[in-house]
């Protein structure tokens, strides 16, 4: 491990070898290698860069575990940079793409945010994150990509679980491109679901659930959950939502919720829950480094269980059961009080 001051020195490189795998990630240089190491040169012309610069991204990328190089010099995929190609399972490669961009400017402003409270992307670019995303589809797709490759294995894990018992039709509040709702109907065929979203995310989602199989069980909404909820489900979920923003507006999502609700509907929060006290603990950096993400990117918090349990409280719900997911998110479970 080091002396202290080594590992706080490495900490503090960290955005740099972070932003060297966000180039070698958006140029694809992990696609160009699927046919065996290339020397620099050849790789640099694959993927539209300069040879000398991308060889010492690459170096770099080496030293830290990420590619490998032969001994005639010639770079070459491991297990790592395997990861990094686009059709990858996990796509940890649009994650790394998103980490890279807008976040990373936006980490720059966080003493910023600490000194004067003000979210971090706004002062950077000048307006709220999902404001931003309304005129910046690129931007949009980059963070849903991110959103759904991170999704994936909580999806896949609560779609066999017990989550659905009972329900017939389940509404996905702010379900971006449907990554939950895909996995429960494929779960479940005798289940329905309706995706609310934000407008301009519903193209996007239409295509993923069609490559899915399961579009038509799905009813696609737009709207705005800080207005309204689709009322007539069994089951409602917010996967990942109440994050995003401050306790002000988690209250009038739930209390819409709650409107929406029968008096036997249920609710499910899915969310990485920290814990009452924090302590040194590898397991505990995901959801600690999250929370800063929501505090310099977009303006939310992560939260204890205590705190969910105030919360929906405070919007006539009462929290049931918690339950954690292998995959490291928790599901709060909550009804009408």
């Not at 402003?109 to 709220?128: I, K, Y």
């Not at 909580?154 to 895909?182: E, K, N, P, Y």
């Not at 005798?190 to 519903?202: D, G, I, K, N, S």
């Amino acid at each position: 491990m080091g002396s202290p001051e080594e590992m706080l020195i490495r900490m503090s490189q960290g955005y740099q070898l972070s932003q060297a795998l966000y180039v070698a990630a958006k140029l694809g240089v992990a696609d160009a290698l699927v046919g065996g190491p290339l020397d620099a040169e050849d790789v640099a012309e694959a993927v539209g860069a300069r040879a000398p610069e991308l060889r010492r991204i690459l170096r770099a990328l080496v030293a830290a575990g990420v590619f490998a190089e032969t001994d005639d010099g010639r770079i070459g995929l491991n297990e790592a940079a395997a990861a990094l190609q686009s059709d990858a399972p996990a796509h940890t490669r649009d994650i790394v793409v998103n980490f890279g961009e807008e976040m990373y400017r936006s980490f720059g402003e966080l003493l910023h945010t600490v000194r004067t409270g003000e979210t971090a992307f706004e002062v950077v670019f000048g307006q709220p994150l999902f404001d931003y995303y309304g005129s910046h589809p690129e931007a949009e797709a980059s963070g849903a990509a991110r959103m759904t490759a991170r999704s994936l294995p909580a999806s896949r894990q609560l779609a066999t679980s017990d989550l659905a018992r009972g329900a017939s039709t389940v509404v996905d509040i702010g379900g971006g491109l449907g990554t939950m709702t895909a996995a429960l109907l494929a779960a479940r065929p005798e289940l329905r679901a309706v995706l609310y979203e934000r407008p301009t995310m519903l193209p996007r989602a239409r295509d993923f659930l069609a490559a899915q199989g399961v579009a038509d069980r799905c009813d696609l909404v737009a709207g705005d959950f800080f207005a309204s909820v689709p009322d007539g489900a069994d089951l409602y979920l917010l996967k990942n939502v109440l994050h995003d923003w401050d306790d002000d507006r988690c209250r009038t999502i739930l209390r819409n919720c709650r409107a929406a609700m029968s008096g036997t509907a249920r609710l499910a929060i899915v969310e990485l829950v920290l814990p009452e006290r924090m302590t040194a603990d590898p397991a505990l950096v995901r959801p600690a480094l999250l929370d800063l993400i929501m505090l310099a990117h977009a303006g939310g918090r992560e939260r204890t269980e205590t705190e969910f349990a105030h919360l929906l409280e405070e919007a006539g719900l009462r929290l049931e059961r918690t339950s954690v997911l292998a995959a490291g998110p928790s599901v709060l479970e909550a009804s009408v009080a």
